[in-house]
């Protein structure tokens, strides 16, 4: 309701008076814009060409020459918390998203539960009388929250959000992704074979949101989080766009760093004397394994050339969504809606280190602690980017596309995880065209940002509930003054154990790894000190030289971290691993059911690292085909179906040729009971689950062999457990994806689970690191 009823209420309508405006929602400022935010995943600053890189971006292009493009613009080093800001205004921890949704722990800095007293930008601006969308990512649902049967208030429409259409987990597969419309699971309106990408749907389902409010209500302003998969592992490409950037890496990535620094600086986002750091800053007692890079010279020239592929992908994942954005704005345009919509372009961390030194073509190795092989990676090198592939660049194009800075995503502690490219356009709004911006602002600023430019003033109260302050400061004072003084004055970091605080140019930053260790220590970690005002690399150690200011620094930090729900500091140990890995309360049967929307992993049958049985019972006519039961993909997953009149069980270890099965005639009238039982022997030291597979058709053995079986993850993108189709990307090479069961019917599917499931913590812990 607007206002009280201030209308008149007598016994006859003829001698009463309405009020309709006491019951209407309210309407938005007269002239108030539009607001688009672009966030892209896994973006380091020197990547995309308004910043002096090689990834052509032409709507990024535009939007820069007739905007702003800021230098100096931080997130929080990993996506669900950076999300979280954008979301509310206000800190990562005092979110609850200290760390991604898969890893919470039960203290409120890493809940994974956003409080009520930090409302959402959508929440009030909904209110204000703006129409609220959300594409694309959401990595900010409680992971306890991803199943049907979970309270959906914390998905989007229950943070405000009147239309919502994207995926819910840290990535998903950009040929076949995990979709959801609403509040509910939808499948993907067509297949890679007929030009379906990712990136393309989301643009057309952005378009289709923003045309159906402003067909109803032309005056409506609407506020949109648009958030594609890109460019987050899968590097998912359309062939062409691959094409075009053969041979542009050649020279690899420590020349790479050299050429684009240089760049930068020519087109002053960084300024002149920027130093370059060294692609392996960490000291040797803190470096991660995983995260160093190998020496361009040292690498064959086989490996030279699968990483240059690699980043080709790369690149091309990104000018593709770029493109189908540019295609949003060109809507923008032609309906007359461009000039007065505040469009902000960027991206939630810096690029990722998670492909490790040597790259990957199956991310799925990785979560499930399987070694890469070169070898084998180069015989997929023609299908990098294709849904054959689930592709990764190695750590040294992490290193290049955060130059000139230390590190990359998941280091809090230094900007290469941080700092990260932001362009605004807003033509009715920002006079300045084509200019850099070098204030100093981080992700919270961009909610009190989008309120002054809109004319909302914060509401003290939302939803019956009073607020917590925004954390963050308005941006707007930068638009049309470039020598404008940084408003903001304190901003601290923390990631995974990492830290760091900037404070009126200058920042402390502390030694320590975001892995899967007992580290800790935390009182014991040496920390840095750099005058980023003079030194925006953060090249130069000055903490021998200015002890007190670093002294100072360090005890800000801990003054931050107390009022922001920072404790107790997590850095991955493995009594973290037991509180972070969330499951669904266990038992000894499940049971399920046709017709069942899919069952996500969290929530599903624990089937890996264990023994168990899995039997259904299936009605057969003599002609029945298709899927029984599957969970998974081609990079990992197992199913049962029929298909030629034989009875198939297919166990796809981490899409390892050739596909383990079982086979045998498949009943051919009436009920019968078919399925399989697993009995573990043992884990080996590549962590493969071995022991005997063994096929029933009632209570009749008819095949056996020895299998190896995962004991991480089946999938990395939300391909859970189906019951009579087999969703997203086919497990098995026998069918196409779905392949819905026919000619007969599944009536149920029961799981019976030993009690002797397998728990690598620390591999686990690092598994579901690298999914936000």
Not at 91 to 106: L, M, R, V, W
Not at 731 to 760: H, L, N
Request: aromatic fraction near 12%; proline fraction near 6%.
């Amino acid at each position: 309701m607007a206002r009280q009823f201030q209308g008149k209420v007598e016994l006859d309508i003829r001698d009463s008076q309405a009020d309709w405006d006491a019951f209407l929602d309210n309407r938005a400022p007269k002239g108030a814009p539009n607001v688009l935010v672009i966030l892209f995943d896994d973006i380091g600053q020197a990547a995309w060409s308004p910043y002096g890189g090689r990834i052509d971006m032409p709507t990024l292009d535009r939007l820069a020459q007739n905007g702003l493009t800021y230098s100096q613009w931080h997130t929080t080093a990993v996506c669900s918390p950076t999300r979280s800001c954008f979301l509310t205004g206000r800190n990562h921890h005092a979110n609850g998203f200290g760390s991604i949704a898969e890893c919470a722990t039960g203290f409120p800095g890493y809940s994974g539960h956003i409080p009520l007293e930090n409302g959402t930008m959508a929440s009030i601006l909904r209110d204000a009388g703006w129409s609220t969308f959300w594409i694309g990512k959401n990595h900010n649902v409680p992971v306890d929250a991803f199943g049907m049967s979970a309270s959906k208030k914390k998905w989007p429409l229950g943070l405000g959000y009147d239309r919502f259409y994207g995926f819910i987990g840290g990535e998903t597969n950009q040929w076949y992704p995990e979709l959801i419309e609403d509040n509910h699971y939808v499948d993907q309106p067509a297949q890679p074979e007929d030009g379906y990408h990712l990136s393309k749907d989301l643009a057309d389902k952005a378009i289709q949101f923003i045309r159906d409010s402003k067909q109803v209500d032309a005056e409506k302003p609407w506020y949109m989080w648009f958030c594609p998969g890109a460019n987050h592992a899968p590097h998912h490409a359309p062939q062409d766009y691959i094409d075009k950037y053969k041979g542009r890496f050649d020279d690899g990535y420590e020349a790479y760093r050299g050429w684009v620094l240089a760049r930068m600086i020519e087109r002053g986002i960084l300024p002149e004397g920027t130093e370059l750091t060294p692609i392996n800053p960490m000291p040797a007692d803190v470096a991660a394994e995983s995260d160093m890079v190998r020496p361009w010279a040292t690498l064959s020239d086989d490996e030279k050339r699968l990483f240059s592929r690699m980043a080709e992908v790369y690149a091309a994942l990104s000018e593709y969504t770029d493109a189908q954005i540019g295609r949003v704005i060109e809507y923008l345009e032609d309906s007359g809606q461009l000039d007065n919509t505040l469009i902000f372009y960027c991206a939630d961390n810096g690029a990722s280190g998670e492909g490790s030194p040597s790259g990957s073509v199956n991310e799925n190795l990785f979560f499930n602690g399987f070694p890469d092989d070169v070898a084998r990676n180069l015989e997929m090198i023609d299908k990098l980017g294709s849904p054959a592939t689930y592709n990764h660049y190695p750590t040294g194009w992490a290193v290049a596309f955060s130059t000139p800075y230390k590190m990359f995503k998941r280091y809090a502690s230094f900007a290469g995880g941080t700092c990260d490219p932001l362009v605004i356009h807003w033509p009715k709004g920002i006079r300045a065209k084509g200019e850099v911006r070098h204030q100093y602002h981080h992700c919270t600023d961009i909610v009190p940002t989008i309120l002054e430019a809109c004319g909302v003033p914060m509401p003290d109260v939302i939803d019956g509930v009073t607020q917590a302050p925004l954390a963050g400061v308005s941006m707007v004072y930068s638009f049309d003054d470039a020598g404008a003084p940084t408003t903001k004055e304190t901003q601290y970091f923390e990631m995974l154990g990492t830290r760091g605080i900037w404070s009126k140019g200058w920042k402390a930053s502390a030694l320590h790894a975001p892995v899967p260790s007992d580290q800790g220590h935390f009182d014991k970690d040496r920390w840095q000190l750099f005058h980023t005002d003079e030194d925006r690399a953060e090249a130069r150690d000055l903490a021998a030289e200015h002890p007190d200011k670093l002294k100072d620094l360090v005890d800000l930090w801990m003054v931050e971290a107390k009022k922001n729900n920072v404790l107790p500091l997590v850095d991955l140990g493995v009594a973290a691993m037991h509180a972070a890995e969330y499951h669904a309360p266990m038992r000894d049967r499940y049971v399920y059911y046709p017709g069942t929307t899919e069952v996500p992993e969290a929530s599903s049958a624990p089937t890996l690292g264990t023994s168990f049985k899995m039997l259904a019972e299936v009605e057969f006519t003599g002609d029945s085909q298709g899927v029984i039961v599957a969970q998974g993909s081609r990079f990992g997953g197992y199913s049962l179906f029929v298909k030629g009149g034989k009875l198939f069980y297919v166990y796809n270890f981490l899409g390892l040729p050739p596909e383990q099965r079982l086979i045998c005639d498949a009943p051919k009238l009436g009920r019968h009971v078919v399925g399989v039982e697993f009995v573990k022997e043992r884990i080996s030291e590549q962590l493969e689950t071995l022991g005997q597979m063994t096929l029933y058709v009632d209570e009749e053995v008819v095949a056996q062999a020895p299998f190896r079986t995962m004991t991480g993850r089946y999938a990395l993108c939300g391909e859970g457990l189906c019951i009579g189709y087999d969703g997203g990307d086919a497990v098995s090479g026998e069918y196409k994806p779905q392949f819905p069961f026919s000619g007969g019917r599944v009536i149920r599917v029961v799981y019976d689970i030993a009690d002797d499931i397998y728990i690598d913590v620390e591999r686990k812990l690092a598994a579901a690191m690298a999914r936000d």
